[in-house]
């Protein structure tokens, strides 16, 4: 059991690999290809275009065809989506090809947890999710500590090396994982159930805030090597091994706030206080007033207050379903929300940096988190507390 526990969060660390390669990469691709710094950002944002769409679907998609075969069919889309990027002329195919990396992004971290669900006991369950919530800073951070490979290969090559660990990753677990599916499939239509899930306000709530939490993370974090090379004035290997350092205590965040809910503290209340710090250290962290090392100091305290946030959604997804057969739509609408984060973020906030300077981005920081907590306040309305 544990065995494909561990492969599915490794799947899931190799899926965050390829969110994590794009800030890494991204001075380099920008001198390459001759991009501006707002065209630079949709390296991140595109990969979460078809995320930002789909969500819901996908996740009653997984429950009809089988959660080992999406998670699956999703490494290998992400695989094809890296290849094709390495040997691409131009920035519009490669945007298509983080579109279909997010896509492939998309279904797994959709079905990964619904094979973990199906795969384990219930008393080992809780454990098992507490893992999986850590694997997008586990993942952010190895891409980050594999900058030296930049030197040696070129973007593209890291690019291609990328898809070839994908595709012998994906062959790996259609060979070992066992063919659970991660629902059993009823009678009613997709539509219906989308429909059902769309009119109830729980999965709308989960959508905003996980929005709000990654317009706040990405806004900052998708811009942090190359911000960290400009304030600290180091080069981008150096940089990206300290934004490893900072995504990394994201996990932490992710742990603690486990062991935070568990002894009973109100899970409205962590989002407030996670919200809270967050925005504090942004607004800090893109001013131009303070020391470059305490900027980095913000940056880490940031990470940490940001891992409570995804371990929050995840574990009261349950009370905001509409019911129980819909757990699947409301964590689709719940990563609807977290994709369309990921596109908006990174634009809005090179756009603005772009043409007002980065303490300029402070204002969308500020705006984010006033909307984080009336979503908070309906939501404690609706099923927290």
Known sequence: MWFSIILLFGAGVMAACQVGKAPMAMLAVQQELGLSLSTASWLISAFAVVGAIAGAPVGLFVDRVGAKQMVVLSLLLMAAGSALGAITAGAGSLMASRVLEG????????????????????????????????????GMTIAMLAAPLLHWLSWRGFWLLNGAVLLSYALLLLWVLPAVKAATVTPRSVLKDIGEAITAPGPWLLCGLFAAFSVLFFALFGFLPALLTQRLNISSEAASMLSAVAIATSGAGNLVCGQLLARGVQPARLLL?????????????????????????????FSFAGGLVPVVIFTSAARFAPRKELLGATLGFAMQGNNIGLLLGPVAAGAIAGAFGWPAVSLLVVITALLAFMLIAAAVKHSFD
Not at 280 to 292: D, E, K, T, W
């Open 103 to 138: 896509l492939g992004f998309l279904g797994l971290i959709v079905a990964a947890p619904a094979l973990i669900v199906a795969v384990a006991t219930e008393q080992s369950r809780g454990r098992a999710m507490a893992l999986w919530a850590t694997f997008m800073p586990v």
């Open 273 to 301: 206080l996670s919200f809270a710090i967050m925005a504090i250290c942004a607004v800090g962290a893109f001013s131009a007033l303070l020391p470059g090392p305490v900027m980095y100091v913000l940056c880490i305290v």
